[in-house]
C-alpha cells in the first residue's frame, strides 16, 4: 500500500546542515494504525510531511499503491493529497476566513460536493465531538481543545485513504484526548484507514497495530 525507501531529508540551519532523515525505509501493505515516536527534533514532522506529499526529500522513492508519487507535477500531488490524505497538522492550521463548520465541510467541498450537503456532513460529525455549540463561529475564538477537536473532524470527513495525525491530542486534557484518541482509531478502523499518528504519548502508542521510533534518521519497530 505505502512504500518509502531509502529516503533522506536534510535541512540547512543558518550554515550547518542537519541530517533529520537517513536511508529510512518503512512498508505497509493494509491499512494499520500506526504510531511514532521520537524526541523533539527527530523528524516525526518532516516524515508525515514527506508521506502528505507537502515536502519532498532529498533523495529516495515513495509508492502509493504502485504510483511513483515523488515523481508526480505539482498538479498532481494537490489532486493526490486531495483525493487520499486527511492531514491533522501539529498547529491545527484552521481557516480563520470560515467558520467552524466550514472549515470541517471544506475537503468535502473540494472534492466537489455541494456546500448545502458538505455542511450537513460536517454538523453531524461535529455533534460526534462535542462541537455543535461551536459551529458558526471563527477558529480562533475556540479554545486550543476545541480547535484540534475541529481539525480532527476535518480531516476525517471525507474518509482518506491516509490519515496523517501529528501529536492530534497535544493540547487536551487526559480524558479528552483519550476520547479523542479512541475516536481516531476506531474510526481510521471502520473506514480502512491507514492511519500514522506521531505522539509523545507513550501510553496511548500501546493500543496502536504497530509502532515505530525515529532513531538516528531510521525509523524502528518497537
Ligand atoms: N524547513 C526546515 N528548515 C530547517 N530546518 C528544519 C525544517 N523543517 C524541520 N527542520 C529541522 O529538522 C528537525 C526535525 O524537525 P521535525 O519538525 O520533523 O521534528 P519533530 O520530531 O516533529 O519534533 P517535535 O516533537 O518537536 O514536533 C528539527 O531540528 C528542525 O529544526
Ligand atoms: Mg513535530
Known amino acids: 500500500m ?30 494499520k ?85 458538505a455542511c450537513d456532513k460536517a454538523m453531524n460529525f461535529l455533534r460526534l465531538f462535542g462541537l455543535e455549540k461551536r459551529m458558526t463561529f471563527k477558529p480562533g475564538v475556540l479554545s486550543g481543545g476545541e480547535q484540534q477537536r475541529v481539525a480532527v473532524a476535518r480531516a476525517m470527513i471525507k474518509k482518506p485513504s491516509v490519515l496523517l495525525a501529528d501529536e492530534p491530542t497535544g493540547s487536551l486534557d487526559d480524558n479528552t484526548a483519550e476520547i479523542v484518541f479512541k475516536y481516531i482509531t ?9 492511519t500514522i499518528i506521531a505522539t509523545h504519548n507513550t501510553k496511548f502508542i500501546k493500543k496502536l497495530d504497530i509502532c515505530f521510533k525515529i532513531n538516528e534518521g531510521k525509523l524502528i519497530e518497537i
Open 33 to 117: 494504525n500506526i504510531g511514532i515516536i521520537g524526541p523533539s527534533g527527530s523528524g516525526k514532522t518532516s516524515l508525515l510531511n514527506i508521506i502528505g506529499l507537502i515536502e519532498k526529500p532529498k533523495s529516495g522513492k515513495y509508492f502509493f499503491n504502485n504510483l511513483d508519487c515523488l515523481d508526480l507535477s505539482n498538479l498532481r500531488k494537490t489532486e493526490f493529497r486531495k483525493k487520499n490524505i486527511g492531514y491533522i497538522f501539529q498547529n491545527n492550521q484552521l481557516l480563520e476566513d470560515f467558520n467552524v463548520q466550514e472549515n470541517v465541510a471544506l475537503p468535502l467541498i473540494l472534492n466537489g460536493e455541494n456546500y448545502n450537503k
Open 186 to 194: 476506531d474510526l481510521s478502523k471502520k473506514n480502512n484507514t491507514l
Open 2 to 31: 505505502l512504500r518509502l525507501l531509502e529516503i533522506e531529508q536534510k535541512y540547512l540551519q543558518g550554515n550547518i546542515p542537519v541530517n533529520v532523515l537517513k536511508n529510512l525505509d518503512f512498508k505497509i501493505d493494509k491499512p
